[in-house]
């Protein structure tokens, strides 16, 4: 399949409401175009050079970009001005780091939890009790919007477990947003990629991050 039917054929499936994050890293400039002449205008980035480099490339095309890397707090200027949605905010430090720059540069950055939900030791994320701590705190960061959680489940091809993951962090999700009524914003659960996307939408994602897809192998 094409580029354009993948993304054609994926649209078909999600549900209204489910956004399709086309993830581009590693792929040219000529990849996204053609994405874009389908119809597909939110790509995801994991790598905030790779990052900003597409951005400038593709100024004034609608794009819509979303990070969903692993942020370094000495990168953030390459990231933070262009990002409709950063996903991967995943240590206390790094929280810290963007609610700083926001309030410094008079902006209000949105952002996702990044939950750790697969076995593997390797994946980034927070721990439940340390999302509690923060959002007992959400009001004192005035630099950031809190819009959800994401997270990546285990790398597996065994279906349940990566049904247990994807429960554990939709549970949580709508524990957060019933705990915590006063944020508004509280709307985006990022889970599904290439291999489990359907699986995701069965537990309630609102947006997918698919690459390999669409794009093929990187
Ligand atoms: C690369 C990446 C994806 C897309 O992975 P595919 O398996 O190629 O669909 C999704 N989310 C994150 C965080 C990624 O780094």
């Not at 597909?40 to 979303?66: C, D, I, M, S, Y």
């Not at 995943?90 to 410094?104: E, F, V």
């Not at 593997?120 to 439940?128: A, I, L, M, N, S």
């Not at 959680?149 to 524990?175: H, Q, S, V």
Request: hydrophobic content about 45%; overall charge negative; proline content about 4%.
């Amino acid at each position: 399949m094409s580029i354009a039917e993948s993304i054609l054929s994926i649209h078909k499936e999600l549900p209204p409401g489910v956004k399709l994050v086309a993830v581009s890293k590693f792929h040219p400039l000529e990849a996204i175009e053609e994405a874009l002449a389908a119809g597909q205008t939110a790509f995801g980035e994991n790598r905030p050079q790779e990052f900003e480099q597409k951005v400038k490339a593709l100024e004034g095309r609608g794009v819509e970009w979303h990070f969903i890397g692993h942020l370094q707090t000495n990168k953030l200027k390459m990231v933070l001005p262009y990002a409709c949605l950063v996903h991967s905010v995943d240590s206390a430090r790094l929280l810290d780091a963007i609610n700083d720059w926001g309030k410094k540069n008079g902006r209000v950055i949105p952002i996702l939890l990044e939950l750790h939900i697969a076995a593997e030791e390797t994946k980034q994320g927070f721990c439940e009790e340390e999302i509690l701590d923060i959002l007992f705190r959400a009001s004192s960061y005035t630099g950031v919007r809190f819009c959800g959680l994401m997270g990546m489940a285990t790398n597996t091809d065994c279906e349940d477990d990566i049904r247990a993951d994807f429960g554990r962090i939709k549970a949580f999700w709508d524990y957060l947003a019933d705990l915590f009524p006063e944020l508004s914003d509280w709307k985006e659960l990022s889970i599904g990629m290439s291999g489990d996307w359907r699986i995701a939408l069965e537990y309630g994602a609102t947006i997918v991050r698919i690459g390999t897809a669409i794009f093929g192998p990187r």
